[in-house]
């Protein structure tokens, strides 16, 4: 009898404990992916997923091995399909997010009274949120006893090889990847997309080994300058599981071996890829997190309802130049540097007081990486109302952000191009420039680039005073 192989988001072959252990049982083998009708993705998610199955497929396809594709609700597709293709056995791989948490609760017994095993596995994680806890048997609130928590742990488990052979089962219907539509060719706005990133499991590994070879010598000290490429960029990868955290862990580990002069830029990189195991363990412990603050009493606190700044702020027109380049750069490539992302967060929802979660909705539109855990952890972190958060009261100062980070304005050039002719010392602050400077500069205040939608100093005293008005802060 044949066993069903149940891909969510481990779309990869190697390091795949699901995969692994149903080939194991020697039975053949019916791949199967589930497009959820109840999670709406992202555009450019949706992007990037019909890359990562086009590539996963043809990775079966070497292997003689279909990936059948359904539509629906797992909690009905997977029954049905074990049903029709008289399976005995259904595996996969955990997630951790509520809807799919709810999901395996209700499949496993499901499968059960109708006699199909039903097999999960980490596939994710180098921890399961229930294998790390506090002494005193809590689940961590702090990261930085989290960190050395899972630290302690190391060595992890090494990653399997992906299977040489796999037993294919027989066809069974399934849908055409193309009549998902998850790619829309009108109108074609994934130009950026397509020039900035390759979906896939080749990719992932190539794209690790890339950042390893090199930039992971300059990730400590440089991984806040978004100008510079310094960090690895596999956030998508590992969103959709293409690569594994186990199969970077092993990878950094033994760069630091060979090349000692790593050192401190694979401890700042794996300390990095940790925060990413916090916010699933967070969400875990706090599903309500999605919706609510962590923290109470942030709920109460007097947002306010701006159509107008929350649309400038989306298309990165407010005037605050390393703002508008992050959004930008959100725009045309899908991604944005972790730094710009907190400096465009906080302007959100400190300069604009426009709830997080508009901001996080945003990112989930329009993110190659956007991930539930990762993208409201990080919203609720830069808001202050986050488990380990940063303190409301820390505004970030867009202007001096800038100056910090991106000293020339490389990065604002880049993604703000009406601004790239203007001097370094107004790149900036541009509404402080001489007329004369603007003008060799090409640029007609309000007109190619606009003025600050709000001033920065009065919006700090006005964040401050509305953190004041909630109780327990
Ligand atoms: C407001 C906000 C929203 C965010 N939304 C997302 C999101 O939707 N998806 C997402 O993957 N990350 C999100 N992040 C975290 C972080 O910005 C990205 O993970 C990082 O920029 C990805 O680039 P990289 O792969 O080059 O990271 P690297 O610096 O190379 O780090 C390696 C990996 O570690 C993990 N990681 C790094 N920083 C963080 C972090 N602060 N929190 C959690 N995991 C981290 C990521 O998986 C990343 O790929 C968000 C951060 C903020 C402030």
Redesign the pocket.
Known sequence: MPVILWFRQDLRLADNPALTAAVETGEEIIALYILDTDNTLGGASRWWLHGSLEALAADLGRRGVTLTLRRGRATDIVPALAREAKASAVFWNRCYDPVAIADDEKLAPALAASGVSARSFNGALLLEPSELKTDSGGPFKVFTPFWRALAAQAPFDAPLPAPKKIRAGSPVPSDRLASWGLRSAKPDWAAGLRETWKPGETEAAARLTRFLDGPVSLYAEA?DYPAVAA?????PH??FGEISPRQIWAAAEAARHAMPRTANGVEA?LR??A??EF?IHLLHHWPGIVEHAWKPAFDEFPWVEDETHLRAWRKGLTGYPIVDAGMRELWTTGYM??RV??IA?SFLVKDLLIHWRH?AEW??DT?V???LA??R???Q??AGSGADAAPYFRVFNPVLQGEKFDADGDYIRRHVPELARLDRRFIHRPWEAPPSVLADAGIVPGETYPAPIVDHARARQRALAAFAKIKGN
Do not use: K
């Open positions: 991984r960090t690895s960029r596999l956030s590992l969103h990189f990095e890829l925060w990413r916010s540097h972790n992302r907190m967060a901001g990112f989930e993110l990486d956007a991930d990762n993208n952890g990080g919203w972190w830069v």
